[in-house]
C-alpha cells in the first residue's frame, strides 16, 4: 500500500481523503459518505459533534414483543427493587424472556441508563418466574417513553472544559444487595465530551464483609477501566 504523506496538524478533511484515496487504489471500495447507521446504531454527524442512538432496534424490540402500545414509565426500575430466584414463583418461557433481555443487552451501547436495570434481570435467566418478566417489561415500557434518546458527543474547542474534553469517571457500589448470595455490585461511568464513553454495573465475585470491602473492589475495577 502506498504510504501515506504527512499532512498539516489539524487538516484532518485532507488527510481522510488521502487515506481513502490510498485505499481505493488498493482495494475495490466505493465511498458512501460520512456513516449514518452500522450495526443497529444511527449516526448524525453535525459541525457541533456526533449523536448516537438505537431508535430504529428500539422500535423493532418493541414491536417484536408487542409493547409498541404499552404505557411508558419514567424509570426502567423502581427504585429500591431487589429481586430473588423467587423459588415457587409462577415460572414463564425461558426462551422469551432470554430474548427480552438479549434485545436489551445490545441497546444498553448507547443506554447506560438501562444498564442497572438489565444487568440485574439477566442474573435470571436460567428459570425465570413472573416477577422478573414483569420487571423486565418495566424496562420496555421505559424504553417506550425514551424511545428518542442517546449521545452526544460536542466537538471540542479550545476550552475543553467547557465541550467536556477531560476524562471524569464515577464508581459506586451497593452492599450485599443480592438477596440470594449476598455479593454487592460494581458499578462505573466515565464521561468525555459530554457523554458517556464506558459504563458497567456488574455483581462482584466475591462476598465483601463490609461496605468499605465493596467500594474497594468498584473502585479497582473503575482504575482499571480508566487506566
Given at each position: 500500500m502506498e504510504r501515506l504523506t504527512s499532512?498539516?496538524?489539524?487538516n484532518n478533511e485532507d488527510m481522510f481523503k488521502e487515506f481513502k484515496k490510498s485505499m481505493?487504489?488498493?482495494?475495490?471500495?466505493?465511498?458512501?459518505?460520512?456513516?449514518?447507521?452500522?450495526?443497529g446504531i444511527e449516526v448524525k454527524q453535525t459541525s457541533n459533534g456526533v449523536f448516537i442512538r438505537q431508535k430504529k432496534y428500539a422500535e423493532e424490540i418493541l414491536k417484536r414483543f408487542h409493547m409498541e402500545d404499552g404505557n411508558y414509565v419514567q424509570n426502567p426500575i423502581v427504585p429500591g427493587t431487589k429481586l430473588n430466584k423467587d423459588v415457587g414463583g409462577e415460572g414463564?418461557?425461558?426462551?422469551?424472556?432470554?430474548?427480552?433481555?438479549g434485545s436489551l443487552m445490545y441497546l444498553t451501547t448507547t443506554r447506560p441508563d438501562l444498564m442497572f436495570a438489565v444487568s440485574l434481570i439477566s442474573r435470571y435467566m436460567e428459570s425465570p418466574t413472573e416477577l422478573h418478566y414483569q420487571t423486565a417489561k418495566r424496562v420496555l415500557?421505559?424504553?417506550?417513553?425514551?424511545?428518542?434518546?442517546?449521545?452526544?458527543?460536542?466537538?471540542?474547542?479550545?476550552?475543553?472544559?467547557?465541550?467536556?474534553?477531560?476524562?471524569?469517571?464515577?464508581?459506586?457500589?451497593?452492599?450485599?444487595?443480592?438477596?440470594d448470595d449476598r455479593k454487592s455490585t460494581s458499578g462505573y461511568a466515565f464521561m468525555l465530551s459530554s457523554a458517556a464513553v464506558s459504563w458497567s454495573?456488574?455483581?462482584q465475585p466475591v462476598v465483601t464483609l463490609s461496605t468499605t470491602e465493596a467500594e474497594f473492589i468498584a473502585a479497582t475495577s473503575s482504575a482499571c477501566q480508566a487506566v
Open positions: 499532512t498539516r496538524p489539524g481505493m487504489e488498493e482495494f475495490e471500495m466505493t465511498d458512501l459518505g460520512k456513516m449514518h447507521y452500522f450495526l414463564v418461557n425461558s426462551t422469551h424472556f432470554k430474548q427480552i433481555v415500557r421505559y424504553l417506550k417513553g425514551t424511545i428518542d434518546l442517546g449521545l452526544f458527543y460536542k466537538k471540542e474547542t479550545r476550552n475543553k472544559k467547557e465541550a467536556g474534553g477531560e476524562l471524569m469517571g464515577f464508581s459506586n457500589s451497593d452492599y450485599a444487595g443480592d438477596l454495573s456488574k455483581r
